[in-house]
């Protein structure tokens, strides 16, 4: 690890407090003049760092940009072996990795960005990636199983995500069957399983999780089509400093927990635990979002009432003609 990279990571320890240049040499064996050098080099790319006479230098509170050697530093010490990206803009971090993944990359790997000018979400849908209020990360994998465990890689997302938002903020939140993370009666985050398979072995060649998650409101609020459902971690631009590296790096680390274990589904009890829609009446609606049409003359199979989730994460519903079923894929609409 570069001098530069070790001061970054000091200043991002010390956000918004003062660290003086003769304390940092100190601590991390080099000169002051090296501190100086490696504090030009940050504020050439853009960090904020501000200094201050016989105090030291200061990384800006304000300051939330990402840092790849802050989130692998907390990486290594929580034992989390991963190859890391980071960008400022990106067109989309699932399709960087399907881009490696084509080009014989084999290893894992995570790609994180503060902005996707193509995001892209399920169904073909876009996704909304401003600048400033988002966090975007993909994780590219080669896990030894089945296609249709592949799904499974979805919740697994789900689970890690909400447990590093509540880590990070102390903050509640929700899934909404199958993948989406609420918190306040809104949708914050969305995510984006994509795989390839061998036709021959029927086995996956690779997977590709994508995760985005709305921040911060962003300015001049979410567009039309969204705004309704859309909602974000923090509901003022006032969060707390540092937002993001500490919570890419929690993300990481609660989702690679997980997956060493994969395929078994130690996740599943604190998928439950969070699935708001247990025990709630819901509609079951088509991937447009209008329910689902049926025969006048014909049982009721649009109204459910949801019983619970099994251990394929499939939804447990029951009819108002008393029938049941388990929903493997679709959405619902819930009335909160």
């Not at 070790?6 to 003086?20: A, D, F, H, R």
């Not at 073909?124 to 990360?137: T, V």
Request: one cysteine or more.
């Amino acid at each position: 690890m570069t001098v530069t990279e070790q001061v970054l990571i000091e200043l991002e320890e010390n956000k918004g407090k003062p660290i003086s240049g003769e304390k940092l040499a100190e601590k991390l064996g080099c000169s002051r003049n090296a501190v100086w050098k490696a504090v030009k080099n940050l504020e050439d790319e853009g960090y904020e760092v501000e200094g201050i006479k016989n105090k030291g230098y200061i990384l800006k509170a304000s300051a939330d940009g990402l840092s790849s050697a802050y989130i692998e530093a907390k990486l290594k010490k929580a034992g989390v072996k991963l190859t890391l990206e980071t960008y400022k803009s990106i067109d989309s971090t699932n399709s960087l990795l399907k881009r490696y993944a084509a080009e014989g990359k084999t290893g894992d790997m995570v790609a994180v960005s503060e902005e996707q000018t193509a995001g892209r979400g399920r169904r073909g849908r876009s996704f909304f990636s401003p600048k400033g209020s988002g966090l975007y990360m993909s994780f590219l994998l080669h896990p030894d199983v089945p296609m249709a465990e592949a799904v499974s890689l979805t919740t697994v997302a789900a689970v890690a995500e909400a447990k590093a938002i509540e880590k990070v903020t102390g903050f509640e939140t929700g899934i909404k069957w199958v993948n989406d993370i609420w918190m306040r009666g809104k949708k914050v985050s969305g995510i984006l399983t994509e795989a390839q398979s061998s036709v021959e072995s029927g086995t996956l060649d690779y997977c590709v999780v994508g995760i985005g998650i709305n921040l911060y409101e962003p300015q001049g609020g979410f567009p039309e089509d969204i705004k309704d459902v859309a909602g974000a971690v923090y509901t003022e631009n006032s969060g707390r400093g540092n937002l993001k590296n500490d919570l890419a790096a929690a993300l990481i680390e609660e989702f690679m927990n997980f997956y060493k274990k994969f395929p078994n589904r130690t996740y599943l009890e604190d998928y439950r635990k969070r699935c708001f829609c247990i025990g709630k009446d819901v509609t079951v609606v088509t991937a447009d979002h209008n329910a689902l049409e049926t025969d006048p003359t014909a049982p009721d199979r649009i109204h459910a009432h949801v019983l619970g989730v099994d251990e394929n994460c499939h939804l447990h519903v029951r009819y108002r003609d008393g029938a049941e079923s388990f929903l493997s894929s679709g959405e619902i609409s819930i009335r909160l």
